[in-house]
Antibody
Framework: EVQLVESGGGLVQPGRSLRLSCAAS????????MHWVRQAPGKGLEWVSG????????GYADSVKGRFTISRDNAKNSLYLQMNSLRAEDTALYYC??????????????WGQGTLVTVSS | QSALTQPPSASGSPGQSVTISCTGT?????????VSWYQQHPGKAPKLMIY???KRPSGVADRFSGSKSGNTASLTVSGLQAEDEADYYC??????????FGGGTKLTVL
């Protein structure tokens, strides 16, 4: 059974940093691209960032480019999101999602339950 | 990176069909056959319903179908059932390792 378990969320002050993690199991992690997708309270889904199986392709939404860094450790079956210079508008539930492709950013067939990030003073 | 355009709401009676549109540009929806649709019930994670424009994952009812014409993709739900009431989101690959989502459509079963 595919499982994606996010962690690392919490309350953080504007301008500070936070690192999210996603532990994957139930599939061959290094065969697939992975993504972070967020959802602000009461709002829609927003793709944040994606990374191919070997970290050779990485993409970011304009809203986070230069502030967030996605990475993965295939030996640990884990996905990460380093979030720096956090803003109030980054407040959201952050989902980890598995792609159906290894190298391309196509679609997300499994999702975690999300970890909540709240940016507030 | 502009969000895809979806109607905020759609509705239909049980047994009817409803179609939700998702309009983008030639740089996303129109340029690639990588359009997906997700269903999200309140408090739950999204669920993949359609991928690569018109393909259904195993376990998804064949009442759900997808299509695309030019820069607009569509999700059709036939034989509406109460459990279909949810938010629906489209997404598309937009080139240069970027994905964009639509703003979401709240489907109400009357």
């Amino acid at each position: 059974e595919v499982q994606l378990v996010e962690s690392g969320g919490g309350l953080v002050q504007p301008g500070r940093s936070l690192r999210l993690s996603c532990a994957a199991s139930g599939f061959t992690f290094d065969d697939y691209a992975m993504h972070w997708v967020r959802q602000a309270p009461g709002k829609g889904l927003e793709w944040v960032s994606g990374i191919s199986w070997n970290s050779g392709s990485i993409g970011y939404a304009d809203s986070v480019k230069g502030r967030f860094t996605i990475s993965r450790d295939n030996a640990k079956n884990s996905l990460y999101l380093q979030m720096n210079s956090l803003r109030a508008e980054d407040t959201a539930l952050y989902y980890c999602a598995k792609d159906t492709s290894s190298a391309y950013f196509i679609d997300f067939d499994y999702w975690g339950q999300g970890t909540l990030v709240t940016v507030s003073s | 990176q502009s969000a895809l355009t979806q109607p905020p709401s759609a509705s239909g009676s049980p047994g009817q069909s409803v179609t939700i549109s998702c309009t983008g540009t030639s740089s996303d929806v129109g340029g690639y056959n990588f359009v997906s649709w997700y269903q999200q019930h309140p408090g739950k994670a999204p669920k993949l319903m359609i991928y690569e424009v018109n393909k259904r994952p195993s376990g998804v009812a064949d009442r759900f179908s997808g299509s695309k014409s030019g820069n607009t993709a569509s999700l059709t739900v036939s034989g509406l059932q109460a459990e279909d009431e949810a938010d629906y989101y489209c997404s598309s690959y937009a080139g240069n390792d970027i994905v964009v989502f639509g703003g979401g459509t709240k489907l109400t079963v009357l």
